[in-house]
């Protein structure tokens, strides 16, 4: 079946500009993950869903991030007036539940170049 | 931080070779997984180990917890050039939703 996709796939900006990056998860799945990757280095949470629960916002870096999943499916993660510093492959995940034995299954990632 | 930490950070052996990689965190966890990332590409759920649980195999793989070091390493047997990769571990926080994810192993298996 389909696997977790995002797009773009690439994206470059100007500093200032605000972006819309969207994951599409796999169907039943009721948690959705973002993580941040730089260049070389681990991932770092951002945001969870799960089901119609408050997201967990705790990972997010300043108020300029901000995540919605409508519909329990699809999420848009939203970066606003971005920053040089926002550069980074931005990856979503979906999973069948909260639980942590519950694997993730990761998209392709969005990498984003701020100019 | 409650982030796991690989060790090392760069491996690379032979084809045929064992290759061993080891995370270290810092809280008590339910669950520890890993997972393999190719180059460019999202990450792959290679294994989960629970927190009662001392050793499991999958495969070539390998993955052995000591929650009283709060360790745990990730044995690949036989390694194949395809096995070139970065590996994370992950772990989850107290509050078990949250996954927190090492800095990786970069593996390099040379022909």
């Known amino acids: 079946g389909a696997g977790v996709s995002q797009s773009p796939s690439n994206k470059v900006t100007e500093k200032g500009k605000d972006v819309e990056l969207r994951c599409d998860p796999i169907s039943g799945h009721t948690a959705l993950y973002w993580y941040r990757q730089s260049l070389g280095q681990g991932l770092e949470f951002l945001i969870y869903f799960q089901g119609n629960s408050a997201p967990d916002k705790s990972g997010l870096p300043s108020d300029r991030f901000s995540a919605e999943r409508t519909g329990g499916s699809v999420s848009t993660l939203t970066i606003q007036r971005t920053q040089q510093e926002d550069s980074a492959v931005y990856l979503c995940?979906?999973?069948?539940?909260?639980?942590?034995?519950?694997?993730?299954?990761f998209g392709p990632g969005t990498r984003l170049t701020v100019t | 931080s409650q982030q796991g930490e690989e060790d090392p950070q760069a491996l690379s052996i032979q084809e045929g070779e064992n290759a061993t990689m080891n995370c270290s965190y810092k809280?008590?966890?339910?669950?520890l997984q890993w997972y393999r990332q190719n180059s460019g590409r999202g990450l792959v759920h290679l294994i989960l180990i629970r927190s009662n649980e001392r050793e499991k195999h999958s495969g070539r793989l390998r993955v052995t917890l000591d929650t009283s070091k709060k360790s745990s390493s990730l044995l690949i047997t036989a390694s194949r050039a395809a096995d070139t990769a970065s590996y994370f571990c992950?772990?989850?926080?107290?509050?078990?939703?949250?996954?927190?994810f090492g800095t990786g192993t970069s593996l390099t298996v040379i022909p």
């Open positions: 992950a772990t989850d926080g107290r509050g078990g939703n949250q996954f927190y």
């Open positions: 995940a979906s999973s069948l539940g909260s639980e942590s034995f519950y694997e993730q299954y």
């Open positions: 809280t008590s966890i339910n669950n």
